[in-house]
């Protein structure tokens, strides 16, 4: 009877473990003919995704301008826009399609998006900005390097 329940465990930690690498880790994903990962979205979640990306990229056109106008208000609000705060609205169901680095430099980006709006605010200095700026664009840089978005279905 010990051997049969010590089995059991045995299968299900080995599924446990499975599930977790598929949905926390690996994600959804193939490797693309360009040598990128191409992470396997629905149509919707494929939108969902480009939008937070155009919203990253306006913000960062925002915080630019903020920094050729020395206007620190502008700068914060932008980076307040997409900061840690936006990555609350991913859908569970696509988080788990995402691959762990993936969210990785998602959530590294909101992170310093918020810290750049902070030192705006609190230091007022745009040299500091421009090289927050300069820092956090590597990681949409890096993104795009590595991955690219498939539809697999409406």
């Keep these: ?86 990555q609350q609205q991913v859908p569970g169901p696509l988080a788990a399609k995402l691959p762990l680095e993936f969210k990785k430099l998602g959530f590294n980006t909101h992170e310093r998006f918020t810290q750049l709006a902070l030192d705006a605010e609190q230091l007022g200095d745009k040299q500091h900005t421009l090289s927050q700026l300069s820092e956090l664009t590597q990681n949409c840089v890096a993104c795009h390097a590595t991955y690219k978005i498939a539809v697999t279905g409406p």
Excluded: P
Aim: proline residues 0%; positive net charge; aromatic residues 8%.
């Design 1 to 86: 009877m010990c051997k049969i329940c010590w089995s059991l465990v045995v299968v299900f930690g080995v599924a446990t473990f499975g599930m977790a690498y598929k949905f926390i880790i690996q994600g959804s994903v193939e490797q693309a003919t360009d040598g990128r990962l191409a992470v396997q979205l629905k149509a919707g979640e494929r939108d969902f995704v480009l939008a937070e990306m155009r919203a990253f990229l306006e913000s960062v056109q925002q915080i630019t301008q903020g920094i050729s106008e020395n206007n620190m208000a502008m700068i914060s609000k932008a980076g307040r826009k997409v900061g840690t705060a936006a």
